[in-house]
């Protein structure tokens, strides 16, 4: 009879334990996965605004047939700031932002209908991608039609007061002295979160076997 009692108690302690183990493991799996939704939502993170966002004196280039270098400086990149101009309320035609790697891959293609486009001041465009930091050519293409007083133009700026994110602009395939106007919004995923997670899931394993 003690035998008896002693292996149920042990039976009891192990179904137990493992029941532990494995709420644990479910708690922390979706601690992560919620954690990995609000990193690519952009709703979790350190945010970094690099580029331009305001400017006082600028030049303007049809927003049509644009290639522009950048280079990519962190792991999520959230949005392009751009600033349009020349546009009509409810105006039908899309602006398509695409980037392409250095290996000429496209990592983005994404349509921003003219009627969602704010005029006159810089134009936030969700891109929310994760990237490799390294060199990329932005493509902007307008399509629509083309109204009485031209397509959509874009703000365009001298090299002096551009970031060092931006480089050589190309206008139907011509080299331009000016470069579009970028803002850069990143998000970065703090380290200090993937050591907390590391060193919380053993140690909540360890716990939970006792």
Known sequence: MVGNRITERRRKRKEKRKKSLIFTGCGMLISVVFLCVLLMTGQFGIRTIRGVTSVEQYNLIEAEEIEQEIEIKYSYLDSIYLFFVNLEEGQEGDIS??????????????????????????????????????????????????????????????????????????????????????????????????????????????????
């Open 97 to 210: 932002l695409e980037l392409i790697d250095e290996n000429g891959k496209r990592v983005l293609l994404k349509d921003f209908p003219l009627d969602k486009i704010e005029i006159g001041r810089f134009q936030k465009l969700p891109v929310r991608k994760f990237m490799k930091k390294g060199s990329y050519t932005l493509t902007v293409n307008y399509s629509g039609d083309i109204p009485e007083y031209g397509v959509p133009k874009i703000m365009v700026l001298g090299e002096e007061k551009n970031l060092e994110e931006t480089g050589k602009c190309y206008f139907k395939g011509q080299a331009q002295e000016e470069a579009l106007a970028i803002g850069y919004e990143y998000y970065q995923f703090p380290h200090w979160l993937w050591l907390a997670i590391a060193a919380i899931i053993p140690l909540l394993a360890f716990l939970a076997s006792d």
